[in-house]
Each structure stands twice: as C-alpha cells, then as structure tokens.
C-alpha cells in the first residue's frame, strides 16, 4: 500500500471494546473530512482491520464487522486500538498482536485508547512510553506493568510514535487533534461544531474525577490529590509530589493551606484514612492487611490513626456496618 496522501486510520478493535470510544473517534474523521455532514471520505479515510471476517461484539453487544485484514501498516498514519473490558482474558488474537508489532517495527505510530493502551503494553510496545490510562484503570496497569511509566490525570498523550487515550468524551479531543495536525483547523471546527463541541481540550486538560476528600479548583493541589490516591500502597514521598509538581516543598504547602486548609501531609492521612474505611465496611480483610494497602507499616499504627481520624476504631466500624447489612439496609 503506497504511503497516505490523506489522513488514515487503522482501527483494531478488542472483544467487548467500547463502541463510544470507537464511534466518537471515527464521527471524528467522518466530519472532519467533508463539509456540511456530506460524509465523503474527501481529507479522512479509515478501515476496521481483523486476522478474520468475524463480527465484533462491544461491551453493550453492538457489533461491528471489519472491513478489511491486515493490509501494510504503512498505508496507516496511525493504527488506533479501542479496548474495552479488563476481564477479557485475551481481548485480541495473536495474529493482531504480531500485526502491531510489525506495525512498530515499520515505525507506524500506535494508539491505545481506553484500555487499548494495556493490549500495547501486553505485546511489549509500551515499556518506554508514558501512558495515559483512567484513573478507574491505573491501578490495575500499575500492577500488570510494574515498569511501565503511567499517568491519570490528563485526557490523552500524544507522542511521535506512540499515543494513549482514557476513553469517553476525551477520544473526540485527541481525534480533533490528529485533525488538526494532519488536515486543518477548519476541518476540525467542522467535525467539532457537529458534534456540539465548544472546542477541543488539550492533552494536559485534568480527567474529569472528584478525589475522595474534596474538589478543589486549583490544578496543583488536584494532580496532587488525585497522586496520592493512586499511590496509597507506594513509597511516594512529599518530595516526590514537589518534583512531580514543579514546586518547592515551602510552595506546594503554601498552596495546600490556601485551596484545603490542610497541609499536603494531613490531606494525604485524611485520603489514606478515607480509603481505609470503605475496605473496613465493605471487606473481611484483616487490620494488617488494610494498614499496609493504605500504606502504614503495622495494623496498631493504622488504628491509632484510623480512630484519630474518624473519631472510631477499625473493628467499630466494622461492626455498625455488618449490622447495617444485617438490618437489610435500615439504619436503627
């Protein structure tokens, strides 16, 4: 296949992928690439690629069938792989994983959005590249790809030869930038003005997510937050947030006091304490084992905080709530 003169896409899509995922990225090109909502594939071309003729299902049983196999990655300017559920076991077949890497290998740039991301990491093609995953997600990639840089507080990455998406609505952003780059931005103000979007949010715009103490309007203290809730069982320090942040210890306290009331360490126990007791109400866990996911070294420590911060120790809680489950839900 000769190099593309238009913009193209190649999509792979998983079992049980997400078809708003999908749907908002190629409505993306649709509109980008013809005026008036004509649909002509005029400045944007796109194909659904498969190893077979198979109909595929997405996570709402939508399916969608491929329209073509796996032709040469370089007729492609990006290939997109939309992910959909964590609990497939193997989302894509072998053959679509040699397909990427070969894909790679030609130096044809990946995308993964939503948890497409993770069918990349899978096949090795993600070790050296920031990923963008949700922040319902980062967890689990974290503990699949321990080695893996990986981030959840922006939208999407974009790099020259690898990309990442979250997912929802944010797949239309970073769509309306591979238009912009590659065809206009009056093309992308076409798509955009169909589509009943005011304009495209950058890639570093914050996932939309209220962390588990407050929303706060200031993007500091947000990322930091949204950090150590993401990191409650890591060795991340105060120091590391300032690095992470661009700050000094004496700014990101400052800011901390001004936006909370809270200096960054006591938000950081309020979190942990917070996450503590949704696994003390709604798990059998042991004390020891909830002290160390929160990130405390020994069970006694954690109830002598747990009851600092909640006014109750661990078991208390524990207690009113299996009565709470056990009156069938009626508070006495």
Not at 9 to 21: C, E, H, P, V
Not at 137 to 143: A, G, N, S
Request: with cysteine; net charge positive.
């Amino acid at each position: 296949m000769s190099s593309p003169q238009k913009l193209r896409i190649g999509f792979i899509l998983a079992k049980s992928f997400t078809l708003s995922a999908f749907s908002l990225f190629a409505d993306t090109l649709r509109l980008a690439s013809d005026e008036l909502d004509h649909s002509g594939r005029v400045t944007a071309d796109w194909a659904v690629l498969s190893s077979n003729r198979n109909l595929i299902a997405s996570s709402c049983g939508v399916s969608v069938a491929p329209t073509a196999g796996f032709v040469d990655p370089t007729g492609f300017h990006y290939i997109v792989v939309v992910g959909g559920l964590l609990r497939e076991e193997d989302p894509v077949d072998h053959p679509t994983l040699e397909y990427l890497r070969r894909a790679a290998v030609a130096k044809v740039p990946l995308i993964g959005v939503c948890t497409g991301s993770f069918i990349l990491a899978e096949a090795g093609l993600m070790r050296f590249h920031q990923t963008c995953v949700s922040w319902l997600h980062v967890r689990d990639f974290r503990e699949r790809f321990p080695d893996h840089p990986v981030r959840s507080d922006c939208i999407f990455n974009l790099g020259r030869t690898r990309g990442s998406c979250v997912g929802g609505i944010s797949v239309a952003d970073m769509a309306a930038a591979l238009v912009r780059r590659h065809i206009s931005a009056q093309a992308e103000r076409n798509a955009l003005e169909v589509l009943q979007m005011d304009s495209a949010r950058p890639p570093a715009h914050i996932q939309p997510r209220r962390p588990l103490i407050e929303n706060y309007s200031n993007n500091h203290v947000k990322i930091a937050l949204m950090t150590m809730e993401e990191n409650l069982d890591r060795d991340l320090t105060i120091g590391d947030l300032t690095a992470m942040l661009g700050l000094s210890r004496r700014q990101l306290e400052r800011v901390f006091v001004q936006t909370t009331g809270m200096t960054p360490a006591r938000a950081w126990k309020k979190i942990r304490m917070e996450r503590a007791k949704g696994i003390v109400s709604k798990t059998k866990a042991t004390m020891v084992e909830i002290a160390l996911e929160v990130g405390l070294k020994n069970a006694s420590h954690f109830t002598r905080t747990f009851k600092k911060v909640h006014g109750q120790t661990p078991s208390q809680v524990r207690d009113r709530a299996e009565t709470f489950r056990i009156a069938g839900g009626v508070a006495r």
